[in-house]
């Protein structure tokens, strides 16, 4: 008896220091929410919810700003122009010692906002200037969003491919169509690691490009989408941020490879899967290093091991069997370092097999090319600042008009 007292005494001291170990982790867990509580961050958006571009960062600073425990403090609908710095001053006012910004247009606003607020970090996402403007609080950020993109022109190509074997077309008239917003080198990167993606596995395979002049513009997209179509274009695949390409490609019935999310909800017969950037893991990495006085990165980029370069569920009812798998091997592959995007043996250049390309990776008014890209066999996209800068005009991909 005086031995199972002193046993459960010696239980009930364990679980008594167990308790208060477990009360000091929780207040240390609560003393830090409440001080993370009093970090506002702002987030500028170029449009709204309605913007499948936009909703993808919304969703990540809700996700980011939750994790961690901050303050979110969001202004939605800001033109590429004055309103921005006016957005960024306010924000300012408000409190917001971390400010991000979505859009490509908004970089140079945002610069000034940062020389004019030096104990703010400014954080811009598609921009190409911190690593030149050498600012100590002013950054950008991107993604390999073209190892995703190829990933998802693997998608389109098996498809091509059933259609050809289906007898729905030739395996000559394999011609892809993609509506893009702009002749910038991020949009041009875009649609060549999605064909080389696609050309991969259905070699046969062409594409057709044409432009909006808009990052958002349902209509214009919807048009752009029916003409490619009407052109004899067998799938449709886009960057550009409104439902108007996915919704002309079910009307039509032709299959579809979207951007930013998955759109299997409006377009359940022709969306076949999505890629996007996953922005929570920069917005989580740049939170936490101010909460900590760590230094952030001039330039940063996300990769497929970071979870910043994320595929949507495939849709097996568009999608050909195997589908899948085919993304996942291809997806180990460029984490590997096995494969290359933009391997050089995979396309030419006026028919010829580039082994040396100077990019205008320090970007200036005139595009002026100040740094050699080309090494080991490969293009070495995103490598020497974050946003992109591939901007070759490969063999099999007609682009119908350059107004953009």
Sequence with gaps: MKLAKKILAVVLSVLFVAGCFAGCSAGEKDKKDDANADVKVGFIYLHDENSTYDLNFINAAKEACEELGVTKVE???IPEGQECLE???DLVDQ?????FADSFGHED???EAAKAHTDVQFCHATGTKAHTEKLPNYHNAFASIYEGRYLAGIAAGMKLNAM?????FKAEDAKIGYVGAFTYAEVISGYTSFFLGARSVC???TMEVTFTGSWYDETAEKEA???LIANGCKLISQHADSMGAPTACETAGVPNVSYNGSTVTACPNTFIVSSRINWAPYYKYVIQSVIDGTAIDADWTGTLSTDSVLLTEVNETAAVAGTQDAIDKAKEELKAGTLHVFDTSAFTVEGKTLDSYMADVDTDADYTPDT???KDGYFHESEFRSAPYFDLRIDGITLLDEAF
């Design 225 to 227: 989408a029916n003409k």
């Design 203 to 205: 070699p046969s395979a």
């Design 95 to 99: 409190g917001c010692t971390i400010i």
């Design 87 to 89: 957005a960024a001053n």
């Design 372 to 374: 050699e890209v080309i």
């Design 164 to 168: 050809i074997e289906a007898g729905d």
């Design 75 to 77: 202004k939605t609908n």
């Design 109 to 111: 606003y945002m610069i």
